[in-house]
């Protein structure tokens, strides 16, 4: 199973940016597109953004459309996620795991086991 492990949250004002990574094992990257979830207090999962694992699909929520970029970087085995433009919505425990990636969203998530502790995104002044 892949081993992804979160990293970069903070607390930062509105309008701010921060960069979120997960650390994959191994040649996670080769077999898996990735994804990033958020998930707020008392709120449900929701699917972020994705990145294909060859093809450079990449998928993003409307309420990020514009402000957050996802990348990838092979030789380091390491997914980004650059989040401009801040917001206190954005607020929230940030996640990433393998998932199928479409251009028009994300899935394969919810049998996956290995969810880790994820990294705290905090938006205020």
């Known amino acids: 199973q892949a081993q992804l492990v979160e990293s970069g949250g903070g607390l930062v004002q509105p309008g701010g940016s921060l960069r979120l990574s997960c650390a994959a094992s191994?040649?996670?990257?080769?077999?898996?597109?990735i994804g990033w979830f958020r998930q707020a207090p008392g709120k449900g999962r929701e699917g972020v953004s994705c990145?294909?694992?060859?093809?450079?699909?990449?998928y993003y929520a409307d309420s990020v459309k514009g402000r957050f970029t996802i990348s990838r970087d092979k030789a380091k085995n390491t997914v980004y996620l650059q989040m401009n433009s801040l917001k206190p919505e954005d607020t929230a425990v940030y996640y990433c795991?393998?998932?199928?990636?479409?251009?028009?969203?994300?899935?394969?998530?919810?049998?996956?086991?290995?969810w880790g502790q994820g990294t705290q995104v905090t938006v205020s002044s």
């Open positions: 795991a393998p998932v199928l990636c479409f251009p028009t969203g994300l899935g394969g998530d919810k049998g996956y086991a290995g």
């Open positions: 191994g040649n996670t990257l080769d077999y898996y597109s």
């Open positions: 990145i294909g694992r060859n093809d450079g699909i990449t």
